[in-house]
């Protein structure tokens, strides 16, 4: 079994809010990433897969394949986007990164060779990223 | 002569519109970034000052004195802020790169020892940059 | 189950030496290492916490809160120290950074909840790193 | 058990070609990697060992014993070198990232001691990378 | 005045020799870097223009113009490409990374409005770069 | 005129004190950095030079001869060693950033083709640097 990394990218906006709790709770708990206005970060997505390679292409996946999957699944659907408003994803669901990278990974699951393992990390900033393999 | 850098960094949503044109003519030129909700990045800063070495200390600068200016000045003014509408600077002036560029220059030049040059090193996305130095 | 990695950093100067050890052995086994005068590192930390996301706040944990954990527990210990002489941890275990990590992994593991797993991966140049999970 | 690795790296020309096939179905399948003339990478690698801590020294292993093998089966085999042409692994072993890659850790795997796990992995780009760990 | 920097890569082989050298000469002087059979970089580049902000839209430059205009006469002419073999550039010209640098300043220059300075850095590797203004 | 800039780094101990002052004004002036026993860095080194390419060669400057010039000058001077305790450079000179940077040029500029201009940057850390050209 070997693995394969692709790493792409997208901008986007969102607010943390917990619509059930208080305005106080919220603005306690999630401190300034609560900011009713919205922040904004580059994600930094590394997609990777594992398999066996096929011995006739020596490929265990066409990178360009791949890197198709997530420019048209994932980087066009969110790029630039307020995740909060722009999104259906989000429209119920928190945008940490904990559940953006679940999100991303279930929809790349549905698109990805399922004899292939895939998993995720997703940088918020250089300084903290988020894994998930399902 | 002698240059000093620091580098911060500080995370923001913001939307390039010109309000004078026509949403089409903004949606045209500015593409994805005219998003009206909205999208973000990580600004990553780099402030470098210019001049002579103080011999009895061996400093041009104390770093750490600079990097509070820094951080009084620019991240907890921008940091997890909507540039357009959590800013007074951005209120009536776009806020592409190049325009938050000369901003902060602007406001650390009032900060920072007028015998020192100063210029700063902006990255909107690991992928480009602006430098100003006045 | 989903995990959480925070970057952070110290500064801190060190000596490999065995004290049961001649000197010419210690000479030829550490090499550069064994620098009497000591020498050092700028060491990069990430801490990765594993466990399930919160449902309530989409948090696995509060990056903010692990932050400071981080930082109170290692780099305030750490940072600007002679690992050799400032710090009890290395009075009597050689400061290698095989064993840096399984000293920072034990401090870490008091502090951070037993529901989540916790692993560390420390640079001690871009060039070389170690991890460990107890 | 912790783990320690080494980054080193090596540049390389290669071309994706497989002679059973007909030249269309190459140019089909793996487009520009198929160029006639070669096209090339820096790539960097990444060596990854595992196992317990030698309680008397403190070292999993001597990083400059460990680098020095990278350096003497690995760098000095394919650094400036064509794959396809130069090599002897490559002659009938068409060079993608995932082959090379197991390619190498075939060769360290009988430089490293037995008692060690080793893993590794190869960037092709800095936005693509294998692993590998037999 | 304003700069903005766009980076971009490509990957390509090459081969340093001159012609009018004997073998010997060739291979004393160019080490490595003249093996017959080529080898390859992922070459990154970063593009640097300068002059005024327009005052109606923000911009020095229309950044995706910009990225347009390096990929069509740059990425498009070289990535995936024999330096020496498939471009009519370096056909009669040593593709050293200084010659390179200024082959893509000189192919740039043309292309990118005059008002505007342009200066360019190549990175032939991580460790080695060239820069180049005119 | 053209560039060429090679990294290079090494590590070492050093210690911010003026002897000329107190105890306790050294301690407020310089910190963490004045700790009595040492702290560490990995420095990260580019050294650029600028001149006319040899047309005959294609290159500015052989990078390999310039890799070594900084190897047996710079590293193996000052990597592994207590800046303070271990060289004669600051043996009466406070190893502040800026100071090394001033030391290395000094001792570069003696050995590298006067026709050639030199300019250094130097990382204390990876969020701070000094740069210096005589």
Redesign the interface.
């Known amino acids: 079994m ?8 997208f ?4 607010r ?1 809010h ?1 619509t059930e709790w208080s305005d106080e709770k919220n603005d306690k ?1 999630y ?3 609560n ?1 009713k ?6 994600y ?1 997505l590394e997609v ?1 897969v594992k398999g066996d ?1 096929d011995p ?5 996946v ?3 394949v791949l890197s198709n999957i997530i420019e048209e699944n994932i980087c066009s659907r969110f ?4 995740l909060n ?2 999104t259906s994803e989000f429209k119920n ?7 953006i ?2 999100v991303i990974w279930s929809i790349l699951r549905e698109k990805i060779d399922k004899k292939l393992e895939l998993s995720i990390r997703l940088f918020e ?8 393999s399902g």
Chains 1, 2, 3, 4, 5, 6 share one sequence.
Not at 56 to 60: A, I, Q, R
Not at 125 to 132: G, K, L
């Open positions: 070997i693995s394969v990394t692709r790493k792409s990218h901008n986007a906006a969102h943390l917990n708990f401190g300034l990433c900011n206005n919205y922040h904004g970060h580059n930094d990777t390679i006739e292409s020596g490929y265990l066409d990178m360009k790029d630039h986007k307020n408003l722009d669901l928190i945008p940490t990164a904990e559940n990278a679940v900033t250089p300084r903290n990223f988020v894994e998930y």
